[in-house]
C-alpha cells in the first residue's frame, strides 16, 4: 500500500504516541519533546501503564503529563490480562481522541495492542524502532512476535538501523514506508550522560569506580524466569567470591518473580549492592562508571556500547547483532559456567578486555528524533522531501 496521505497534507497533525513500559517511555520521551516543540504537530500522550512505579520515573523525570492513563497494571500479570485491559481502554480514547497517527514503539505487549486498536478504528500506524528480529517467535518471547505483529499492521516503519530496514524489506514491507533514523535511546542516553556525575545516593556514591570492578547486572526476561536467572545469579555469587576485586550493583526489575530468585541467590552476599530499578539519569551514569554490563535487556545492549562498556548478554538470540559484529557485546546464555568463564577471561585478559571495551555507535547519533519527525511530516504530506537517513 503507497502513503495515501502525501496527496492531502494535514496541518497541524494530531499524533497519539501510546506506551506503556519502561524502556518504551525512555525511547519515547525524547521524540515527545521534539514534537511538543514543532509547531505543525499536535502532540498527546496515552500511557496503558503496563508498568506502574518504572513508567512514572520516566515521566518524572522527562516532564511527561499523559492526556490518557489507563493504570492497567496488575501484581504478576498474565500476558492475557494486559491485552485485553489495554484494548479495553484504548478503544475509548482513540474514539475521545481521533488522532491522524498512532506512533508505538518497539515490541511490548502494550506497543502491539496499541497498534491493534488503531487498526481497528482505521487509524495509522506510525512504529518507532521497526525491523528488529532474531528469527525465533520464542525468544525474546513474547517481545518477537509483538513486534512482527506490529510491523504488519504498521504503515511508516521508523527503522533504527540498515540491518532492521533490510529485515523489513525482506518481508515485502515498501522501501516507501521505512525511514531509517537510528535510535531514540542514543537521543536519551546522550542528554543524560555526564563525567563528573554524583548520585546523591550513600551505596553508589561511596564505591571507588576507578580502582575497583563495577558490574552493572539487569534481569527480567520472561523465558529467563525460574531455573535460568537462578544460574546467571549463582554465577554471579561465584565471580564476586573469587574475585575481591569486583562490586556489583544490581537495580532489581519490580516483577515479583525476578526479585525472589535474587534474594534467593544473592541476597546477602558481600560486594553485590541490590537496589530497587534506579532512575535513569543515575542509572546510565552507573553504567558509565562500570566496567561491565551483564543483562538480559534489549535496550542495555544499544546503550552500554556506546559508552563503550563490554556486554555479556544473557540470553541466547539477540535482535540488535550490530554491536556483537563490532565485537562490544557477547551473547552467553544463561548457563553457569559459561558466564562464570567469560567473566573470568575480561577479568584476568585485559587485551581481551580492550578489544570489546571500545565504544562503537552502530544504533545512533542522537539525531533519531529528529529523523522520526521530519519523516512523519514527509508521510503525511507536510514536507516534500523524504529525510536523509541515519548511517552507522
Ligand atoms: C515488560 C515487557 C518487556 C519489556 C519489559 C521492560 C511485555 C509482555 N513485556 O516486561 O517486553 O522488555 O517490560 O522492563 O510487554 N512490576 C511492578 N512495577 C512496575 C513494573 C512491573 O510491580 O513498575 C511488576 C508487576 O508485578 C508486573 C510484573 O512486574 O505484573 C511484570 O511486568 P510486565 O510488564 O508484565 O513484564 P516485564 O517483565 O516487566
Ligand atoms: N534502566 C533504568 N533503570 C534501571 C535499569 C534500566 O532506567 O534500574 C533503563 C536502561 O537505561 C534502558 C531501559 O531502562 O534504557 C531498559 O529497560 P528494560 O531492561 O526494562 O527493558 P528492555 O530494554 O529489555 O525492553
Known amino acids: 500500500m503507497k502513503p495515501d496521505i502525501r496527496v492531502n497534507s494535514i496541518n497541524p497533525l494530531k499524533v497519539l504516541t501510546v506506551f506503556g513500559t519502561r524502556p518504551e517511555a525512555i525511547k519515547m520521551a525524547p521524540l515527545v519533546k521534539k514534537m511538543e516543540d514543532d509547531p505543525e504537530i499536535r502532540c498527546s500522550v496515552a500511557v496503558t501503564a503496563q508498568h506502574r512505579e518504572m513508567l512514572d520515573q520516566v515521566l518524572e523525570l522527562f516532564h511527561i503529563k499523559p492526556a490518557y492513563d489507563l493504570n492497567i497494571m496488575l501484581p504478576n500479570q498474565t500476558l492475557y490480562e494486559i491485552t485485553t485491559r489495554a484494548l479495553a481502554g484504548l478503544k475509548d480514547i482513540l474514539e475521545q481522541e481521533k488522532p491522524d497517527i498512532v506512533l508505538v514503539h518497539g515490541d511490548t505487549t502494550t506497543t502491539f495492542v496499541a497498534s491493534l486498536a488503531a487498526f481497528y478504528r482505521q487509524i495509522r500506524v506510525g512504529h518507532v524502532e521497526a525491523g528488529l528480529r532474531t528469527g525465533n517467535i520464542y525468544s525474546p518471547y513474547p517481545e518477537e512476535m509483538n513486534r512482527r505483529l506490529t510491523g504488519s499492521i504498521a504503515q511508516f516503519h521508523f527503522a533504527p538501523t540498515a540491518a532492521a530496514k533490510a529485515n523489513l524489506l525482506r518481508e515485502g514491507v515498501g522501501a516507501e514506508h521505512i525511514l531509517v533514523t537510528g ?19 550513600s551505596t553508589l556514591d561511596s564505591i571507588d569506580y576507578t580502582r575497583r570492578k563495577v558490574f552493572v547486572v539487569t534481569t527480567h526476561r520472561r523465558e529467563n524466569l525460574g531455573a535460568p536467572l537462578k544460574n546467571v545469579y549463582r554465577a554471579l555469587r561465584a565471580v564476586v567470591e573469587n574475585y ?12 515479583p518473580k525476578v526479585k525472589e530468585a535474587v534474594n534467593e541467590v544473592l541476597g546477602g552476599v558481600g560486594r553485590v549492592h541490590l537496589t530497587d530499578p534506579l532512575d535513569y539519569a543515575p542509572f546510565v551514569n552507573l553504567m558509565n562508571k562500570s566496567c561491565l554490563v551483564l543483562t538480559d535487556s534489549g535496550g542495555l545492549q544499544e546503550e552500554a556500547p556506546s559508552l563503550g562498556k563490554p556486554v555479556l548478554v544473557l540470553r541466547d538470540t539477540t535482535e540488535r547483532p550490530e554491536a556483537v559484529e563490532a565485537g562490544t ?64
Not at 362 to 372: E, N, S
Open 329 to 392: 557485546v557477547k551473547m552467553v546464555g544463561t548457563d553457569e559456567e559459561a558466564i562464570y568463564s567469560q567473566c573470568k577471561i575480561l577479568l584476568e585478559n585485559p587485551e581481551e578486555y580492550s578489544r570489546m571495551a571500545s565504544a562503537v555507535n552502530p544504533y545512533g547519533d542522537g539525531q533519531a528524533c529528529g529523523r522520526i519527525v521530519s519523516g512523519l511530516k514527509y508521510f503525511l504530506g507536510l514536507n516534500r522531501r523524504k529525510p536523509e537517513e541515519f548511517t552507522a
Open 244 to 255: 575481591p576485586e569486583v562490586e556489583i550493583v544490581f537495580p532489581v526489575h519490580k516483577n
Open 183 to 201: 535510535n531514540t535511546v542514543i537521543d536519551a542516553l546522550l542528554a543524560t550522560v555526564r563525567d563528573e556525575y554524583v548520585f546523591g545516593d
